[in-house]
């Protein structure tokens, strides 16, 4: 089975603050995506990687950048968190250039005031 | 661009059958995926359709239309743990990798 964990399940975070949200996948996936759900939304990609120290913007970058130092971990980073980056992420891997289906971690809620 | 439509919400009965439509415009096709997501937890792969026609997997069927850009999901004999949001994804032209969204279909299933 595949596993992708994420670090924290529930966050909380003042403006301002710099917030890593790791992602973890055991399965040797190429790809990697970060999301953001809200009500009403959907999920929206906002950055994806699919080979170590290589990234491609999603649909919402701004506010947001990634680091992939290793294969099996891609980070979502918030350089100065705003209220408006409360939100579900979501983080998730596919195998290669493939019509595989992704597969999602359990989500990070995060909250900042 | 990509442009994705299904309802926001719907009820049906233990027991019953239900179905549920995507629209789609998008710039290529490269196939359409449908989720199961439950409150609170992530989502879970349900059904992949690339070919016009039905797909059947047990209680849950999907279908697919490319020439419409229309696909639904069909959940027969309802239980009430299939209470949960229905995520519509597609795949466009382009790269292979990235998916675009439905804003999700809340399905209640009532005693």
């Known amino acids: 089975d595949v596993k992708v964990t994420q670090s924290s399940r529930y966050l909380v975070k003042r403006t301002g603050e710099k917030v890593f949200l790791e992602c973890v996948q055991d399965?040797?996936?190429?790809?990697m995506f970060w999301y953001r759900q809200d009500p009403g939304l959907g999920l929206r990609l906002i950055y994806f990687?699919?080979?170590?120290?290589?990234?491609e913007k999603g649909d919402i970058p701004e506010g947001y950048s990634v680091s992939r130092e290793k294969k099996e971990r891609f980070s979502l980073i918030l350089e100065s968190a705003s209220t408006n980056q409360t939100s579900m992420y979501l983080c998730?891997?596919?195998?290669?250039?493939?019509?595989?289906?992704?597969?999602f971690g359990p989500g990070t809620r995060l909250l900042v005031l | 661009g990509q442009n994705i439509d299904q309802p926001t919400e719907m009820t049906a009965t233990e027991g019953a059958i239900v179905q549920i439509n995507c629209t789609y415009q998008t710039s290529g096709f490269n196939g359409l995926f449908w989720y199961q997501q439950h409150a609170g937890e992530a989502p879970t792969f349900l059904s992949y359709?690339?070919?016009?026609g039905l797909e059947e997997k047990g209680r849950f069927s999907s279908f697919l239309s490319r020439s419409k850009g229309y696909s639904y999901l069909l959940l027969k004999e309802l239980q009430m743990k299939d209470s949960a949001s229905y995520l519509c994804?597609?795949?466009?032209?382009?790269?292979?990798?990235?998916?675009?969204f439905g804003s999700g279909t809340q399905l209640t299933v009532l005693p």
């Open positions: 359709n690339v070919l016009d």
């Open positions: 998730a891997t596919k195998v290669g250039y493939t019509q595989e289906t992704q597969y």
């Open positions: 994804a597609v795949r466009g032209g382009g790269s292979a990798r990235q998916l675009t």
């Open positions: 399965m040797d996936h190429e790809n």
């Open positions: 990687s699919y080979d170590v120290k290589m990234k």
